[in-house]
C-alpha cells in the first residue's frame, strides 16, 4: 500500500434521498478502509447552504467531488463546481437517479465507487433556465405536475412515482406555448414541453433522441399528445424517430418558451413552481462529469 494518499475525496451525501434503507456513509468507509485514498463527508442538512458546501470544497481542496442521492443532490453539487476544475461524480441513492442512468453509473454502490476511482472525467454542457442550472431535463406541464404530487406524498421509490402519475393524469389539461430562437417561432399545444440537456429520465422513458451532453446545443422536445406507440418508443429506446405530428424536436443554443397558462414547472427532477415564462440558454463546458 502507498504511504501517499492517491486521491483526495469529498462526499456530499444525502440522508433524504429516496433510498433510506442503506448506510452510505458506512459503505463508503468500508470500501475505502484499506485503501489510500482520504474521504471527506459533508452530510446535508436539510436547509443548506451552497456558499457552505462551497467553502468545504475550498477548505479540503478535493481531486474529486461525489454527490451521494438523487438528482436533486447532483444539481446542487454540480452548482458548487461550476467555474471550477474539480470533476463531480455520482453515487445513486435517489428515487429515479437520472443524471446516473445518464452516465451509465451503475446503481449498485461498490459499482459506483469504482466508477469514482476508475472512470473518466467528461466535460458536458449544463443550461441556465430562468437564472437556475440544469444539468439534465427539465419540463413544463404532466411531468412537472407529477414531480410536485410525488414530492408532497410520503411513498418514495418508483412505486410513489407511479402513484403520482396515475392521479395527475386523470386530472391534466394540455397547455398552449410559443416557442421562440432566434428568428423562428412556434405556437403549440402540447401535453409537456422538455427542455433537454441530456436524453433519458430516471424511469428509463428516452425523452430526447437526438441529444448529447457533449455537443453544442441542446433539445427542445414538444410533446403534442401521448398514444400508446410513442410511449413504447420513449420506454424501450426505439431507434424509430418520433412521430413529428406528436412529438417534435427542436434543436437550439438558446430558447423561449411562454406559456398562456401559469403551469407546472421542473428541473432536474425538483419542482420549482408555476409558470408562465421560460428563458434558456446553453452552458458550454460548464463542468466534468465522471463516467465509466
Not at 247 to 263: S, W, Y
Amino acid at each position: 500500500m502507498n504511504s501517499k494518499p492517491d486521491l483526495v475525496l469529498f462526499f456530499i451525501v444525502n440522508s433524504f434521498s429516496g433510498n433510506r434503507h442503506l448506510d452510505y456513509t458506512q459503505i463508503i468507509q468500508n470500501y475505502f478502509k484499506a485503501t489510500s485514498h482520504i474521504t471527506h463527508f459533508y452530510p446535508l442538512p436539510k436547509n443548506c447552504s451552497i456558499q457552505a458546501i462551497k467553502g468545504a470544497i475550498a477548505r479540503y481542496n478535493p481531486d474529486r467531488v461525489i454527490a451521494v442521492g438523487g438528482d436533486g443532490t447532483v444539481k446542487l453539487a454540480a452548482e458548487c463546481l461550476m467555474g471550477t476544475s474539480i470533476p463531480l461524480a455520482i453515487i445513486p441513492a435517489g428515487s429515479a437517479n437520472g443524471m446516473a442512468k445518464e452516465m451509465n453509473i451503475k446503481s449498485n454502490p461498490k459499482s459506483a465507487l469504482d466508477t469514482v476511482i476508475h472512470g473518466i472525467p467528461r466535460r458536458v454542457h449544463a443550461l441556465l433556465i430562468n437564472k437556475q442550472l440544469s444539468i439534465h431535463l427539465a419540463d413544463i406541464g404532466i411531468n412537472a405536475r407529477i414531480i410536485k404530487k410525488f414530492q408532497s406524498s410520503k411513498e418514495r421509490g418508483m412505486t410513489g412515482y407511479a402513484k403520482a402519475a396515475w392521479q395527475t393524469f386523470k386530472r391534466h389539461k394540455k397547455m398552449h406555448v410559443t416557442i421562440t430562437t432566434g428568428q423562428k417561432m412556434w405556437a403549440r399545444k402540447a401535453e409537456m414541453v422538455v427542455i433537454a440537456n441530456g436524453t433519458t429520465y430516471g424511469t428509463g422513458v428516452k425523452i430526447n433522441k437526438t441529444g448529447s451532453l457533449y455537443d453544442d446545443h441542446f433539445e427542445v422536445i414538444i410533446v403534442k399528445w401521448f398514444s400508446l406507440l410513442e410511449l413504447l418508443k420513449m420506454c424501450f429506446s426505439f431507434k424509430t424517430p418520433f412521430n413529428p405530428f406528436k412529438t417534435e424536436i427542436i434543436q437550439t443554443d438558446k430558447v423561449t418558451l411562454k406559456i398562456k397558462e401559469n403551469t407546472f414547472f421542473q428541473i432536474d427532477g425538483e419542482y420549482i413552481g408555476k409558470v408562465n415564462l421560460i428563458e434558456a440558454e446553453i452552458i458550454k463546458e460548464a463542468l466534468y462529469i465522471i463516467s465509466p
